[in-house]
Structures are given as C-alpha cells and as structure tokens.
C-alpha cells in the first residue's frame, strides 16, 4: 500500500491548463485525504485555453473566471509549466517517471467535416480555425484572412456557430470594445461582408445555442435580424409540449425576430433552419462561389430528411461548425471513432496512474461550468486509486527541471505570463480597450524575456 505524506507528497501532473486541467488542480488541491504537489503543462506559453482563445472576445464577462484560474495556479502547491509539449518535449514515459499520476485533459482541438462536394475550396474552413485566428491563437495568428466575401455561411446551431456569425455582423465601435486581436479588427475593418447565413439542419427545437447568445443577434447596432417564419414555426401543440426552458425561450426570440421590419442596415444576418448545405459551388479560381442548400423536413424521431428542394446561396466563404473532435496524443490510448480517450470515470483503460477529464474525456459538450464535475469525478476516481499507485521513481520537480532544461526547453512560469499579462492590459488600457492581446510566439517572448 503507497503512504503519500508531506515529506513525499503525491506528485500529479495535469496536460492541458484550459478550464479542465485548472478544475482537475482545484479539486486536487480542496481534498484532504493525501498530500500533493501539482505541476500543470501547456504546449502553449499561456495558460486557460479555451477561455482565452475560445470565448468570444466580446463576452468579457465569461472570461472572469480566469481570476479564480489564476488563484489555482498561483497556489505554492501548483505550478504552470508552459511552453512544454508532451510528445515533443517530454514523452509519456518521462511522465510516468517523474510523477505519480497523470491526467491528460488536453481538450477536442480538431473538427469535424460537412463532407459535401467542394469541402476543400477555397475559402471554406472549419470555425475552429476561424475563432483561433480573431482570438489570437499562436497557431493561427500568421493565417491570411481575407474577408472579401460579400455573402458568408456559417452552418451551425451552437454558441460556437452564432459567436462567429455575430462577429462578422458587428461593427468597428462594437469591436473595439472587446479583446479580439489587433490583426483580425484590422481585417475586419476593410471586410465586405453584407450578408451572413447561419445554417441549421434541423429547427428551433433541436438547436444547441443558448437564449442570451441568440438574444445578441437583435442588438447589434449595423445589421438586420432575419428569420423566415415558415422555417420556425411550432405548433401550438408542440409548443406547449416544450420541457426545456431555454427551447422555449430561444422559440419566444425567434418569433419576435420574425416579426421585424428590416431597418435597412448595412449587414444582414439570416437565422436559416431546416436546411443543410450539400455542395459548395465553385468559381473559376477555385474558390467558393456559393452554397446549395436542401431544405429539410423532420422524422418521427426528430432526423433532419432531406426534401429535394434547393436553392443556392451567394456566398464566398463558408465556415463550418458542426462539432469538435479530439486529437490522439503520442503514447496514450485513444478512441478514433468517438474521438476520446477511452476511459471509466477518468480512468485510462488498461493504464494505472493515468486519468483523462474535460473534452478529450466525454466529447465536446457543455460550457465551461461543465468541466467543474467532471474534473471532480475524475480527481475522486484518482483517490480512489491512490493506495494501489506506484511511487514514481524520479519524483521532485529539480528532477523535471533538470530534464526540461537539458532538452533547452524555455519554460514559461506563471511569474512570465502574469508579466505577459500586465503588458496586454496596459497596452490595452493606451489603446481604450481592454486588452492587446500578443499573438505570436516570438512576440509573448520577446516580453516576457525582457520583463524577468
């Protein structure tokens, strides 16, 4: 039986610091039962993941919660480590080495695909790489983004699909507001974008948004709301059958959007639903020149059918967001089809001492909230374990350093991202707003660096 104590307390290591490796540190740390030093890697320089370069950079307020995030790192039981990449820097087995458990909670970083004629145009591309581009991601703050199109289509009916279509309905003095990066407000300053199409195959029942994001769409200030009354009606049957209150409510919006006279704005965003997009049109170049849509009729059992009837819609670019998908990581078990990583309860099937929780655990689902519990089961499943672990033989975090820095590997501590941090907020602050964010990664060095 292992006996951890405060002498030589269990040494955990958490892969991913976005919300479910933050969470999964926090219940490590509130539990009584063992003693533990926690070290906390990202392959990025900077911490919180999706709160940083997935929330939209217009919902400031959802990203508070990197305050508490914060107070979980900066406690002396906690490290970050960032700028390390497992797989490169450090491979599964030096983890196993170094640290009594492990849990991967790497997130969903990949998309799924339409898989419709003309997928690979030009111009067409996941939402996933369009949200990391105007959130600044060092992955995709190089990307080209030209927003020559006239006419866009975003097909999706989740918060992802409608932050997307209400970013590029917005305009500059909306923009500025919030902390979208530098690159992408210039880019869309010069857009030509006139008329977006939010694309759901299915109707107003089954969609995934929430009723605030939906309610943004009738605030903004230089675009037109439209809804085609016929694409969400309800029958007063159906209605009163509604169970869930956000349905209801998202019905209630929809209808009263329905009802608008268009007050002639330069943008146009069309709330489209029971169509699906089934081949994107080509021009002479190669790139996106529209998008055929079939209109949709529901099953019995609420499937979208397909009606025979299409129309084509002028557009040049198309932005997919029909789900994220988890991405295999070198020397750990992984589910293709599902795209997981197999497990019961955080439990990595046939792996003792290693544990999974958030996206990359049960899928791309919920809001960040959600990730609270589901780090805590596997935190429990953990403890449940700990008399069976075996003690890693190069425990200490010298040993880690040492390794790390052999391999010449330039380790971002806290310490440096809050430096990195205090420069966005001031050059903000000098810019009237309320944040620059530092997109490249030579970029955040160059700060940090001359900051230490």
């Known amino acids: 039986m292992t006996v951890f104590s405060s002498a030589r307390p269990l040494r955990a290591a958490v892969i991913g610091s976005g919300p479910s490796g933050i969470y999964a540190a926090d219940a490590l740390l509130k539990q009584l039962q063992v003693p533990v030093e926690v070290d906390v890697f990202d392959r990025l320089p900077t911490p919180y993941g999706l709160v940083r370069y997935g929330v939209a950079p217009d919902h400031l307020k959802i990203k508070s919660v990197t305050t508490l995030f914060q107070k979980v790192l900066g406690d002396p039981r906690v490290r970050f480590l960032g700028n390390v990449e497992v797989g490169q820097n450090l491979s599964v087995g030096e983890l196993r080495a170094h640290y009594d458990a492990v849990i991967y909670t790497v997130g969903a970083s990949s998309d799924r695909r339409l898989n419709i004629p003309g997928e690979d145009?030009?111009?067409?591309?996941?939402?996933?790489?369009?949200?990391?581009?105007?959130?600044?991601?060092?992955?995709?703050?190089?990307?080209?983004?030209?927003?020559?199109?006239?006419?866009?289509?975003?097909?999706?009916?989740?918060?992802?699909?409608?932050?997307?279509?209400?970013?590029?309905?917005?305009?500059?003095?909306?923009?500025?507001?919030?902390?979208?990066?530098?690159?992408?407000?210039?880019?869309?300053?010069?857009?030509?974008?006139?008329?977006?199409?939010?694309?759901?195959r299915r109707g107003p029942l089954q969609a995934k948004f929430t009723t605030k994001e939906l309610r943004e769409f009738g605030e903004l200030a230089g675009a037109d709301v439209v809804v085609r009354p016929e694409e969400i009606a309800v029958s007063d049957e159906d209605y009163a059958a509604i169970s869930d209150n956000v349905v209801k409510r998202n019905v209630d919006v929809l209808r009263e959007f329905a009802l608008r006279a268009a007050q002639g704005q330069p943008r146009r965003v069309h709330l489209r639903f029971l169509v699906s997009p089934v081949e994107l049109i080509s021009d002479a170049q190669g790139q996106v020149a529209g998008v055929r849509i079939e209109k949709n009729?529901?099953?019995?059992?609420?499937?979208?059918?397909?009606?025979?009837q299409f129309e084509v819609l002028p557009v040049q670019m198309v932005l997919r967001s029909v789900g994220y998908k988890g991405v295999a990581l070198s020397g750990v078990?992984?589910?293709?089809?599902?795209?997981?990583?197999?497990?019961?309860?955080?439990?990595?099937?046939?792996?003792?001492?290693?544990?999974t929780a958030g996206w990359i655990k049960r899928g791309p689902s919920g809001v960040i909230g959600t990730n609270k519990a589901d780090a805590a089961e596997t935190v429990a499943t953990l403890l449940e374990d700990v008399p069976d672990l075996t003690p890693a033989p190069e425990a200490g975090r010298a040993a880690v350093d040492a390794l790390l820095a052999s391999r010449q590997v330039d380790v971002v501590s806290l310490e440096d991202y809050l430096r990195l941090d205090a420069h966005e907020l001031s050059s903000g602050q000098a810019a009237g707003r309320p944040r620059?964010?530092?997109?490249?990664?030579?970029?955040?060095?160059e700060v940090i660096r001359a900051k230490r």
């Open 436 to 445: 620059l964010k530092v997109a490249h990664r030579e970029a955040m060095f």
């Open 121 to 200: 145009l030009g111009g067409s591309l996941s939402a996933t790489e369009f949200v990391a581009w105007y959130n600044g991601h060092p992955d995709a703050a190089a990307r080209e983004m030209l927003l020559h199109a006239s006419g866009v289509a975003v097909v999706g009916a989740g918060n992802v699909a409608l932050d997307v279509a209400r970013i590029l309905a917005k305009t500059m003095a909306e923009l500025h507001t919030s902390d979208i990066a530098a690159h992408a407000l210039t880019a869309l300053e010069h857009s030509e974008v006139e008329d977006v199409y939010l694309l759901s």
């Open 297 to 308: 009729h529901l099953d019995a059992q609420g499937n979208a059918v397909g009606s025979g």
């Open 333 to 355: 078990p992984f589910d293709d089809k599902r795209g997981v990583i197999p497990n019961t309860r955080g439990r990595i099937e046939g792996r003792s001492g290693e544990y």
